[in-house]
């Protein structure tokens, strides 16, 4: 893999987290007390630098074949999520992802909550929200950074890949102070969920001692080949939906009564 393409990954990988970590902090400012929704932020950047740095160098002191094969497994398991979600979603299976609806949800939650705080914290629930929203999403972050740049041995640019996502999600955020709705998230998570399980099973493979011709060329070709199997899955699965649709609005046709003032056939 090169430079530019672990690049690229782990930024598209990392802004779709930080876009939902956005929406949460943006929910619990807007609605609650911002000066608690940015102490939340700022003690859940704190506890998860802390775990990184305690977890993190302890990574690079397993064996890479066995690295290899357990985060292989993981980013499958990551992977096949994000892509059977995007799949079902550009099949119109599942709703579109609404960063807008998400937004709109979080504020009605935060104003029905009770109000109190803690300490120095002056609205408990804006902080925790934040907190939660704001580690959560970052450790998602941490182990795509982690695991790919380790895997790579190419830890600085993952990094930098993290860190140009994460500032330009927020910059566009608080520019608009609106969540990002009009970030094509679902073809997002289509490339990632692509690229997550490409890497995951050709680490996997790696992890259990099999030799992929060509070495890391073979992404190559595993990349697009996942790509094109997800879109042709994609392109099925919305014919049956159209096919379903149409069975549904003619049974609904046939089983509605005739309107006697207007008999089938008639000009009136």
Request: glycine share 10%; net charge negative; charged share 15%.
């Amino acid at each position: 893999m090169t430079s530019y393409v672990l690049f690229f990954t782990v930024l598209l990988a990392c802004a779709v987290e930080a876009v939902e970590a956005l929406t949460i902090v943006l929910a619990a400012g807007t609605s609650r007390h911002w000066g608690s929704a940015w102490q939340g932020t700022v003690a859940a950047l704190l506890t998860l630098a802390a775990t990184v740095a305690v977890l993190g160098p302890a990574v690079g002191q397993i064996p890479l074949g066995a690295l290899r094969l357990v985060v292989g497994a993981l980013l499958l398991v990551f992977g096949l999520q994000w892509l059977r979600k995007a799949v079902m979603r550009g099949s119109g299976y599942k709703a579109l992802h609404d960063e807008e609806k998400a937004f709109a949800e979080e504020i009605a939650a935060a104003e029905g909550a009770a109000a109190g705080g803690r300490g120095r914290v002056k609205d408990w629930y804006a902080f925790t929200l934040s907190f939660k929203g704001v580690f959560l999403e970052g450790l998602e972050v941490a182990f795509i950074v982690v695991t790919f740049g380790d895997n790579q041995h190419d830890i600085p640019v993952a990094v930098l890949g993290a860190v140009v996502a994460v500032l330009a999600v927020v910059a566009a955020g608080f520019a608009v102070r609106a969540p990002l709705a009009k970030v094509p998230e679902n073809t997002m998570k289509f490339a990632v969920g692509t690229m997550l399980t490409s890497f995951g099973m050709f680490w996997a493979g790696e992890g259990t001692g099999a030799h992929w011709p060509g070495s890391d060329t073979a992404l190559l070709v595993i990349v697009p080949a996942v790509a094109l199997l997800a879109i042709g899955y994609t392109a099925l699965l919305r014919r049956a939906q159209a096919n379903d649709l149409a069975a549904a609005a003619s049974s609904a046709s046939a089983s509605t009564p005739a309107d006697p003032a207007h008999p089938e056939g008639s000009l009136t």
